[in-house]
């Protein structure tokens, strides 16, 4: 069976975009492209999101970062230099700050195959090797299986990333980006940096402790290669809480050709 595409949200928003495009009679060209943003009925499921862009110049919507990035991952998935180089015209806190959303995007699909073999019952407890996490998702830390901390985490991330506690993100991104509050980095950065150190854990865990399907997944996504350049990239963790050894070219390779 197919592997599920990670890399959008939903199909209506897709249509959305499609419907706009039909309705703007400016750049013909732009909007033959974007009249292609869906999946028509009988689409098989490989087949389905497989729109692309040459440049993000090239998407006239409110959400082009998020659809440039997207295409870019399903094109470039296993070029990490080029998926977290900044493209033109979008900051460089906004660029991480979509680049974030997509991992969490991603990683839901990875938990949903990760809760088939971590269980309550085999992982009663959140641990990376020798190391174990308390779960902040209670109202207070305490102990929390190994699959409840990565659920929580994301839910966490998510709320960080488009709940109603974005706004003080976005808010910080925007005074950055704008040059109105040359601090807001800091702050943002901030942010960025807890949910770093928290969803690291989720990779840690699989990495120590569901060993083959860590390098399954990693062989077919780059994932976890993709998120900690970006950790390294934009200095939102120390190396030393990086605990997971560089991983060897086969293990990515042999996906590749597949």
Aim: net charge neutral.
């Amino acid at each position: 069976m197919a592997k599920p595409d990670t890399t959008s949200t939903s199909t209506s928003t897709t249509t959305t975009t499609a419907n706009h495009a039909l309705s703007s009679p400016h750049n013909p060209q732009k909007n033959n492209k974007q009249q292609l943003m869906m999946n028509l009925p009988g689409t098989r499921e490989e087949d389905c999101f497989g729109w692309t862009f040459d440049s993000i110049e090239e998407i006239t919507t409110p959400h082009a970062a998020q659809q440039y990035l997207q295409s870019q991952v399903r094109i470039r998935r296993f070029d990490i230099d080029s998926l977290i180089r900044q493209p033109r015209g979008v900051g460089r806190l906004a660029w991480l700050y979509e680049h974030m959303r997509q991992v969490c995007i991603e990683l839901g699909f990875y938990i949903s195959l990760l809760r088939k073999e971590c269980t309550e019952s085999r992982c009663p407890v959140m641990r990376a090797g020798e190391a174990t996490y308390y779960c902040a998702g209670h109202g207070h830390p305490r102990p929390c299986s190994a699959i409840g901390y990565a659920v929580h985490t994301i839910d966490y991330a998510v709320q960080q990333l488009s709940g109603s506690s974005s706004s003080s993100l976005l808010a910080a991104i925007d005074a950055e980006e704008n040059q109105i509050n040359p601090g807001g980095e800091l702050l943002s950065l901030k942010h960025f940096q807890s949910m770093v150190r928290r969803l690291y854990r989720i990779f840690a865990h699989a990495y120590f402790h569901h060993r083959d399907l860590f390098e399954q997944q990693e062989s077919a996504t780059y994932l976890y290669a993709r998120f900690v350049r970006l950790a390294r990239k934009y200095e939102l963790t120390p190396e030393s809480l990086v605990t997971i050894p560089d991983l060897p070219a086969a293990v990515a390779a042999a996906s590749v050709a597949s």
